[in-house]
């Protein structure tokens, strides 16, 4: 007995069969539109596997300890799905040779179908994160309550259901990410250990201390040049100052979930800071590959964004949503903004506290 052929192991007979649109037969499809299709498929393809890696990389990061050795298994993940998201991005350039009246001359067919209404991206935001409060309202209907208002009906409207009920009951990657910050060594203390939250709060006040002192001398160059308005310049560098310690202090944040906020902060500051020691290198690689990610996916809106202003122009979308305006929202917020916000605040080598407990932070 053979074995199976190309075709018979990815289902080719079937992949080829549903690019038919609304009439369920291609050959009654212009070329353009069935372009418009096939794009499309290949996207939702990319979110299924993209939603994949991530929950790999999220049920690492989930367990109450990860060994030294799992976290290149997380890093190896969120890669792949960084290096999806940037193929992800230079498709939309295959998108772009589909010209205006090219579109025009199908477009009505979709009303009041939209791209707005992919489950599978909304679900990719869930997992990553993203909080409801903080995506952009389509119209003055929240995204994902819409696709539920339309999801009943047909098969893939239940399974819409199905993949948003699951995805809201599961634990974020963001949530996951923040549980495993927060366990982070900080000058050799952990959050079980006695004094902890002294240990934090003490690193915080000396990082504080430093970044006003980096600061002041930078303050002192410039106003040597005279270059800038000294009074602007030295209120600009006191608002810097105390942003940084609310930022530390989790001071944007209610005040009952500011200590667990503050530990998680202090302890990306730390991986940040000392991403030289032995035992913080891969944690700071797996952090730069969150960020990368989501940088990728900020990059991904950008491009949408462009293409469908090239391909529309700024007309209501099909959805009857805002369009091109409704995409720029969207690529406005971020999932993981500690991850970005830190970098505002790190500083040079030399300007750092000094480090406490080296030899924790060798390998054993």
Not at 137 to 159: F, K, L, W
Not at 260 to 277: M, V
């Amino acid at each position: 007995m053979s074995g199976p052929n190309y075709w018979d192991y990815l289902k080719l007979d079937q992949l080829l069969s549903i690019q038919g649109g609304i009439e369920g037969d291609e050959r009654q499809l212009m070329s353009d539109e069935l372009h418009f299709i096939i794009v499309h498929q290949v996207y939702e393809l990319w979110f299924k596997l993209m939603l994949r890696e991530l929950r790999e990389a999220r049920d690492h990061l989930a367990e109450p300890e990860i060994a030294e050795e799992h976290v290149p298994h997380v890093v190896h993940h969120l890669r792949r799905v960084a290096e999806i998201l940037k193929l992800a991005v230079q498709q939309w350039a295959v998108m772009e040779t589909l010209t205006p009246q090219d579109f025009l001359a199908f477009r009505d067919k979709l009303a009041p179908a939209s791209g707005f209404q992919s489950f599978q991206m909304r679900e990719l935001e869930i997992l990553m994160g993203l909080k409801p409060e903080n995506r952009p309202r389509y119209g003055n209907v929240e995204p994902v309550r819409h696709i539920e208002e339309r999801a009943p009906g047909s098969a893939a409207g239940d399974m819409a259901q199905r993949h948003l009920d699951a995805v809201r009951a599961e634990m974020s990657l963001r949530d996951a990410l923040h549980g495993w910050l927060f366990r982070t060594p900080i000058q050799g203390s952990s959050p079980d250990d006695a004094g902890d939250e002294e240990a934090v709060l003490e690193f915080v006040n000396q990082y504080e201390a430093a970044y006003r002192t980096s600061q002041g001398k930078q303050e002192k160059r410039l106003l040597e040049l005279r270059v800038h308005d000294a009074d602007a310049l030295r209120k600009r560098f006191e608002v810097s100052a105390q942003e940084t310690r609310g930022f530390l202090l989790a001071q944007d944040e209610p005040e009952d979930g500011r200590a667990r906020l503050t530990r998680i902060r202090a302890g990306l500051l730390f991986i940040e800071s000392y991403r030289q020691l032995p035992l913080l290198s891969w944690p700071r690689v797996l952090v730069d590959t969150v960020v990368e990610v989501e940088e990728q996916f900020v990059l991904w809106r950008n491009r949408h964004a462009r293409m469908t202003e090239r391909t529309i122009g700024r007309r209501v979308g099909t959805g009857g949503s805002s369009g091109v305006d409704y995409l720029d929202r969207a690529a406005q917020g971020r999932i993981f903004p500690e991850l970005w916000a830190v970098r505002s605040i790190l500083l040079a080598a030399d300007s750092l506290p000094p480090l406490r407990n080296a030899e924790f932070y060798g390998f054993a």
